[in-house]
């Protein structure tokens, strides 16, 4: 009967603390921004690569250029436009001290996008991120403003939606302000992973205990551990009624009755989003491509605002009792997953120690070897790391130096490391200023220009993998889809960027001598032509000019008929 009566005032708690939550923002006064109704493929705080999902992906029936309203009276504040990231945005901000963005945009209203291209042509620049005063784009809720796309980092046609405090610029959850999204789907749950935290979450890692359903409510044999000190994770999605898997917004871990660990995804800003890296079980996400939430806190996770103060999930087991744990997830709109179990401590076995090259939350480390260094700062690593730094020789006919081995590319790192190579060989002043760094990191690769340390080069980087320098002399180009010196018809012209080793870094074009407007795609530079270039202006020769991660410059002539 006690821990039934604690059950029932800690759902009431609960559900108190989650109503309050949204009561603290307006109601009804954000109106949908598409003209069809409202479906999500992902929510706030669905787990990404390396950070938080930070608004709404809203689904255009798999169709671009779909109208794209203001959610609610106010002024256009900035307009983005950026290679990656949200293509092409714009932000509405409003009177009640919020601002809505709109992102992966195809066009801008007529007006907008007249003064957003004038702009570019007057600086010469694709890329831009431009401030508005309130009196140059003020626009009425329901006002054309845009139409949706696939610009940037979508891997698909559909508008991401956020709404922010305007003064802070933290992201807050869009379900918070009543949108009617109906939902009465709870959130499933499919996993649910021990770990001996008396060393870290990364070594040995992630236990894995099967989940069955029985009726409404999951639950799992008992959990028996070998280590006194123990925290969980679980996988889970959020369902909508109409929509993909989700993520989830709120988990609560009770054992014995009592809360032990809380966390809610109500507003993160962008400059701390990457702490979803302390959030998740990292190396099942890179590895495994599994997204497994974790239960309590790691050392190094500092995202305010997101666990509740003074609970950490961590259980001390100080007897071989049964103990009763209990899971609950909720949505936005209240509906509950639960998973009940027990757990019980075995006999204890002997855990991972530390090591000279143990890399700890809170403390700064250099490690070495004979050719290389490697430096952390305090706020580098969200658990502890007995990190493993070895070099071999490299056989690439570009290579410089040997390979330098940084643990490997399943434990995640939050701020920049440094990393200092020796080359293998004496270099000139001129070689030293073609080398760059290249990190492999087994789904792609990352190259840095170096700086130089007396006979070191050095790079930053935020992610582990292979090392290695390279001396980068050859150069960037572009690649076209249609044969020099022929006519083209298309209503855009596309051109292919492609350089050996890292990435192009700038590209101008100049058509007839005069800079021309291209825009950048991933890889693919796009020019849509305009007025300077109309059909029937006959022949024209457009000079490319790229330059590569190392600095290496390439011009290229091409010509074709309008």
């Known amino acids: 009967m006690k821990n039934f009566c604690r059950l029932v005032l800690f759902v009431f708690l609960v559900s108190s603390a989650i109503a309050q939550a949204q009561n603290d923002y307006p109601k009804n006064y954000f109106r949908n921004p598409l003209n069809i109704p409202m479906q999500l493929a992902a929510n706030f705080g669905a787990v990404r690569a390396n950070h938080f999902h930070m608004g709404l992906d809203l689904r255009t029936n798999s169709q671009e250029n779909l109208p794209v309203v203001a959610s609610a009276d106010g002024y256009v504040s900035r307009v983005k436009i950026e290679r990656y990231g949200f293509g092409n945005a714009v932000y509405i901000s409003h009177p009640n001290g919020y601002t809505t963005v709109y992102a992966h945009l195809n066009k801008y209203f007529d007006e907008l996008d007249e003064y957003v291209k004038e702009r570019q042509y007057k600086e010469e620049k694709w890329e831009q991120d431009i401030a508005f005063s309130p009196g140059l784009f003020p626009v009425k809720k329901g006002q054309l403003i845009a139409l949706s796309g696939n610009t940037g980092g979508s891997a698909g046609p559909h508008l991401h939606f956020e709404i922010r ?52 409510v999951y639950t799992t044999n008992v959990v028996r551990v070998n280590s006194p000190v123990i925290s969980f994770g679980i996988k889970a999605v959020d369902k909508a009624n109409k929509g993909f898997n989700l993520g989830i917004y709120q988990a609560e871990l009770l054992m ?33 491509k599994m997204s497994i939430q974790h239960l309590s806190a790691l050392p190094g996770m500092q995202l305010q605002g997101y666990s509740q103060p003074g609970l950490s999930g961590i259980i001390n087991l100080q007897d ?28 204890t076995e002997a855990g991972i120690s530390s090591t000279g090259k143990t890399v700890k939350a809170g403390e700064t480390k250099t490690i070495t070897t004979e050719n290389s260094e490697i430096t952390f700062d305090k706020n580098s690593v969200y658990d502890a790391v007995n990190f493993n730094l070895y070099e071999k020789p490299e056989a690439a006919e570009n290579a410089i130096s040997n390979t330098i081995f940084l643990h490997n590319t399943y434990v995640p790192v939050h701020d920049n490391y440094t990393l200092k190579i020796r080359p293998d060989r004496k270099l000139t002043k001129e070689e030293k200023n073609k080398v760059v760094m290249l990190l492999d990191y087994g789904s792609d690769k990352e190259a840095v220009k170096v700086t130089w340390d007396g006979d070191r080069a050095e790079g930053k980087f935020k992610r582990l993998g292979n090392v290695r320098l390279i001396l980068d002399t050859s150069l960037p180009l572009v690649i076209t889809e249609w044969k020099n010196e022929s006519e083209i018809n298309t209503a855009s012209l596309r051109l292919k960027g492609y350089t050996e080793v890292g990435d192009i870094v700038s590209f101008r074009a ?53």
Do not use: M
């Open 165 to 216: 405090d305007t003064k802070t610029e933290e992201c807050i959850n869009p379900l918070l302000f009543g949108f009617s999204i109906p939902d009465s789907v709870s959130p499933v749950i499919s996993g649910l992973y021990w770990y001996d935290r008396r060393f870290s979450t990364y070594e040995p890692g992630a236990n894995s205990i099967s989940v069955k359903k029985a009726g409404n």
């Open 256 to 288: 014995d009755g009592q809360l032990i660990y809380r966390f809610s995804i109500d507003k993160i800003s962008y400059d701390d989003t990457r702490y979803q890296n302390g959030c998740i079980d990292y190396t099942k996400f890179i590895r495994d």
């Open 320 to 347: 071989e009792q049964l103990h009763n744990i209990e899971i609950v997830l909720k949505d936005v709109d209240g509906n509950i997953g639960r998973l009940t179990t027990k757990v019980q401590l075995n006999k």
């Open 510 to 562: 100049e058509l007839d001598g005069k800079w021309v407007r291209f825009a950048r795609s991933k890889d693919y530079f796009i020019y849509v032509f305009d007025e300077r270039c109309p059909k029937g202006s006959g022949k024209h020769t457009l000079n490319v000019t790229t330059v590569n991660t190392a600095g290496n410059i390439n011009t290229q002539t091409l010509i074709f008929y309008r």
